[in-house]
């Protein structure tokens, strides 16, 4: 919505017109060419048609226009040839992959160490450099080779691709090393949030590995 609404707007500024007098000479209602210069409707038929003669332009082309637009727009979702995942999925799988990890592996632990009152007071070093290698080499070693991708993948039928190939990202040590840099980014977080901003729906250690998280089939 709002490319034939860009292109009225331009066309009735390059003729010297306001709202108001494109609004009398194409007997459209002005409420209605506000509506559609401000990208809340697209105007369609009668409408179309009398604002399109107003300002001398070929209906066909405008329409086209749009065609065009929407074309390229679902082009900007592809990445040899697979949508990307969409921001909120990929949390989800992140969000979903962690808990299962945490249920399996990290509670249990932590139930253990609170009943034997060994709990260190400083959390933080629960968490070690052996324990992310270990994961990493868990989850890269083997899932990515099966899946392409982690558990969350699995689950949201997501993979991960490379950037540069479009293959699929089988290796058991790239995986390793992409989720590593995942674990360790974690910690930092911007790392991790960064997948909200970026255009290609990816994380800091996604352009490390330079690699893209995309929807199977």
Not at 101 to 106: S, T, W
Not at 115 to 132: C, Q, R, S, W, Y
Not at 172 to 190: C, D, N, P, Q, V
Request: glycine letters at 8%; hydrophobic letters at 40%; a positive charge.
């Amino acid at each position: 919505m709002g490319v034939i609404g860009e292109i009225i707007c331009e066309s009735r500024k390059a003729k010297g017109l306001t709202q108001e007098g494109l609004a009398e000479m194409s007997k459209v209602n002005l409420r209605t060419i506000q509506r559609i210069e401000n990208k809340e409707s697209d105007p369609r038929g009668k409408t179309l048609s009398l604002i399109c003669e107003a300002l001398e332009l070929n209906i066909e082309e405008v329409l086209n226009s749009e065609k065009q637009h929407n074309k390229n727009r679902v082009k900007s979702d592809l990445v040899h040839g697979y949508k990307l995942a969409p921001k909120r999925i990929r949390l989800l799988a992140n969000l979903t992959e962690f808990f299962i990890f945490f249920v399996i592996f990290i509670g249990p632990i932590l139930l253990y160490k609170i009943l034997t009152k060994d709990m260190d007071p400083n959390v933080g070093a629960f968490v070690k450099i052996e324990h992310l290698v270990f994961f990493s080499l868990l989850v890269g070693g083997v899932l990515y080779p099966v899946f392409s991708g982690n558990l969350g993948h699995k689950i949201f039928k997501l993979k991960v691709i490379c950037a540069e190939s479009g293959g699929d990202y089988k290796k058991a040590s790239e995986g390793a090393i992409r989720e590593f840099l995942k674990y360790a980014s974690s910690f930092l977080i911007i790392p991790i949030i960064w997948l909200l901003w970026d255009k290609n729906n990816q994380n800091l250690y996604d352009k490390l590995t330079k690699t893209f998280v995309v929807e199977r089939g």
